[in-house]
């Protein structure tokens, strides 16, 4: 149980179009998404929180015109990299906060990312 | 502010060796987590073990065992009778404090590679 699914797991696109990423908890509600963006053989980097029905809450130094969060239900929460540039260009990766954290893992549960190529 | 840090870029084992894993963490919460996370070439993150403040054993699952040290604020990974599949890059994560003001982010450390040889 508690599996998201994250869609699309690699994208190429041309510099200047916008990209959406999304994450779906497939039997489960997340509450609470949370966005990384990690470049290769780095950490994971907290982009924003999202809640559900609520604006999301970005991180210091992200761009929230750019980084556009969605989280309009209990199990679906997208992120659209507006007007993508080569420097976009990285892993994102969501992470669902499971109200029942008993559920699995001590109540995380990771998408399997997204990679991200804009050319 | 919390603070997670792996200071082991790139460790080595040898096949069937066991392997430490290093993290030390920074926060002025009394309740907290910890969170060891393995990441292959694939990108997927694969939960591996969870440690509590207010623990009071090592947690251990299976190959894998916490060795928590809360006095010095150290959260190492152990990783016995390594296996080629244990070549991965390693995370520990922290979940950030209690209250209110709990959004629950796990913060990650910089990470380790870990490569075992035959």
């Known amino acids: 149980g508690a599996v998201v699914s994250q869609h699309p797991s690699r994208v190429i696109c041309k510099s200047g179009t916008s990209v959406k990423i999304e994450c779906r908890s497939l039997d489960f509600q997340a509450t609470t998404m949370f966005w990384y963006r990690q470049f290769p053989k780095q950490s994971l980097m907290l982009m924003a929180t999202?809640?559900?029905?609520?604006?999301?809450?970005?991180e210091q130094g992200v761009e929230k015109d750019k980084f556009l969060i969605n989280h309009a239900s209990l199990t679906l929460s997208t992120l659209t990299v507006a007007s993508a540039h080569p420097e976009d260009s990285s892993f994102y990766i969501c992470?669902?906060?499971?109200?029942?954290?008993?559920?699995?893992?001590?109540?995380?549960?990771f998408g399997s990312g997204t990679r991200l190529t804009v050319v | 502010a919390q603070k997670i840090t792996q200071t082991q870029p790139g460790m080595f084992v040898q096949e069937k060796e066991a392997v430490t894993l290093d993290c030390t963490y920074d926060?002025?919460?009394?309740?907290?987590?910890l969170f060891w996370y393995k990441q292959p070439s694939s990108g997927e993150m694969i939960f591996l073990i969870y440690?509590?403040?207010?623990?009071?054993q090592n947690a251990t699952e299976g190959r894998y065992s916490l060795n928590f040290q809360k006095a010095r604020k150290s959260a190492n990974l152990v990783i016995s009778a390594s296996q080629l599949g244990d070549s991965a890059m390693y995370f520990c994560?922290?979940?950030?404090?209690?209250?209110?003001?709990?959004?629950?982010?796990?913060?990650f450390g910089q990470g380790t590679t870990l490569q075992v040889k035959p």
């Open positions: 994560a922290m979940r950030e404090g209690v209250g209110s003001s709990n959004t629950g982010k796990l913060i």
């Open positions: 926060t002025s919460d009394p309740s907290y987590g």
């Open positions: 992470s669902a906060r499971l109200r029942d954290r008993g559920i699995a893992n001590y109540g995380y549960t």
């Open positions: 440690q509590g403040s207010y623990d009071q």
């Open positions: 999202s809640n559900e029905g609520s604006k999301a809450t970005y």
